[in-house]
């Protein structure tokens, strides 16, 4: 099992907070999967506005989860690091799905999974899940460029 700390996700991704999405990853085949960890808590900026009296993760933020997710491994595989001077671009999302709200307590798992690579651009199936249970899933695709 390959095992990703938050320094070491700080150095692969240029995110810092409150746009930092990924706490830690669990395990990791480069070229081939990852899986990441999200622990949601109530003192996210972003509860304050959605939903004060019912705070629920807006779901482009779950996406955007999912999109770091494959940006490190993108970066895992590629052997790049943030300061290499790059950066990955999120560059489209297709078959969209949500499926359970993401709410304070909640703890989301991702895994991403390489579909294909076709000329610097790479294609992700991901789903985030919540207690086993799906939250979101989607197809991603990232590139990275100096």
Not at 78 to 96: E, M, Q, R, T
Not at 105 to 134: H, M, N, P
């Amino acid at each position: 099992m390959s095992q990703v700390d938050i320094n070491q996700i700080k150095e692969l991704l240029p995110h810092r907070y409150p746009f930092l999405l990924i706490d830690r990853v669990v395990d990791y085949t480069m070229d081939e999967s990852l899986t990441a960890i999200k622990n949601i808590t109530v003192n996210e900026p972003f509860f304050q506005g959605h939903f004060p009296h019912q705070p629920i993760m807006p779901g482009v933020l779950i996406l955007e989860a999912m999109a770091q997710a494959c940006g490190v491994l993108c970066s895992l595989s590629l052997g790049k690091s943030f300061g290499g001077g790059g950066v990955y671009y999120f560059v489209g999302i297709d078959n969209a799905r949500f499926k359970k709200p993401a709410t304070p307590g909640d703890q989301l798992v991702i895994k991403a999974s390489v579909a294909r690579k076709i000329r610097g651009i790479w294609k992700f199936d991901a789903t985030a899940y919540i207690d086993d249970e799906v939250c979101c899933q989607a197809s991603l695709m990232c590139t990275y460029k100096e």
